[in-house]
């Protein structure tokens, strides 16, 4: 199975990928790109709706879309010795001695579909649990085995990721021209338990001064939903002032602990429904009538 030829992904160095999206510049019906942003499936809980995971995976194949994942892929907390384990968290399929095994490979097994548009896998915190304190990299891992059945080149990522989205078009004899500037997507994620009341809208701004080459910032962790805009007063070498937007993301989950019938630590915490979902990217190409004045815009929808 190949990669999708309308995009690819190169590895700079660590946390750091370019994304390119290779634009029909003479052909205007085409000038769209998706990109299903996921975060927090926790795809092994019982609590997670796979169904709905699936939905959303098919609509990618519909949109001919390519995937980002933010990380938290796995719960993986039912292992021996861990605290947190619960007989009553654990899927049957994972009821093994090989339990961290069972995890990737059954994961494996329900994304191989679609690993042709899977580009970058990244890091949770429950992942990063799982390495420190077991010392083996689910994430990775999934990774090298859906490579290895497929042949199709995801990269494993970290739990913060800068995605350098580039727009190219090929010309007479199949050479690459570039298009557009970069559009560059800080994704992250998480950390912190959001707040009840400000679901981590205050931690966003704050993201938003320390990461100011980031047209978008996108976040998950806490399994809340959201989008909004900081429009920024900016100026040019020259002394030419212009205003630029940073879109904020927070990616929900596909994790559903709320419910009167369990007595579980979400609802032993008082924490309220969550809402579930992923994120519709959708990069468009402005079409004016000189190449060199090729803009990429990107506007973002709840997958639900």
């Given at each position: 199975?190949k ?51 699936l ?38 399929i ?47 891992r ?62 966003a ?33 020259d ?19 709320y ?11 008082g ?34």
């Amino acid at each position: 199975m190949k990669k999708d030829k309308r995009f690819s992904v190169k590895k700079v160095s660590e946390g750091i990928f370019f994304i390119d999206l290779f634009f029909e510049a003479k052909n205007k019906t085409k000038q769209d790109f998706w990109c299903l942003l996921r975060s927090d499936a926790h795809h092994d809980n019982p609590h997670s709706d796979n169904a709905l995971e699936l939905k959303h995976l098919n609509e990618a194949v519909r949109k001919d879309a390519f995937i980002l994942d933010n990380g938290d892929s796995f719960c993986a907390m039912q292992g021996k010795g861990d605290p947190r384990a619960s007989k009553d968290d654990i899927k049957e399929i994972h009821k093994k001695g090989c339990y961290l095994d069972s995890l990737v490979s059954t994961y494996a097994d329900f994304l191989e579909s679609y690993s042709n548009r899977i580009l970058v896998m990244g890091k949770g915190n429950h992942e990063t649990a799982v390495l420190k304190h077991r010392e083996t990299d689910l994430n990775q891992r999934l990774v090298d085995t859906l490579n290895g059945r497929t042949g199709c080149g995801i990269q494993c990522g970290q739990i913060a990721n800068w995605i350098g989205i580039r727009a190219y078009s090929r010309d007479a004899k199949n050479r690459k021209v570039k298009l557009a500037k970069h559009f560059w997507i800080y994704m992250f994620h998480g950390a912190g338990g959001g707040g009840p009341v400000t679901k981590g809208v205050i931690g966003a701004n704050r993201m938003g001064v320390t990461h100011p080459d980031a047209d978008i910032v996108a976040t998950g962790h806490t399994h809340d939903s959201w989008f909004f805009t900081n429009a920024r007063s900016r100026i040019t070498h020259d002394g030419t002032e212009y205003i630029d937007e940073q879109l904020h993301i927070k990616i929900p989950t596909y994790k559903n602990e709320y419910g009167v019938k369990d007595s579980g630590f979400h609802m032993e915490k008082g924490r309220p429904p969550k809402p579930l979902g992923a994120v519709w990217l959708k990069f468009s190409l402005q079409c004016p009538k000189q190449l060199n004045t090729f803009a990429l815009n990107c506007d973002a929808s709840r997958a639900n």
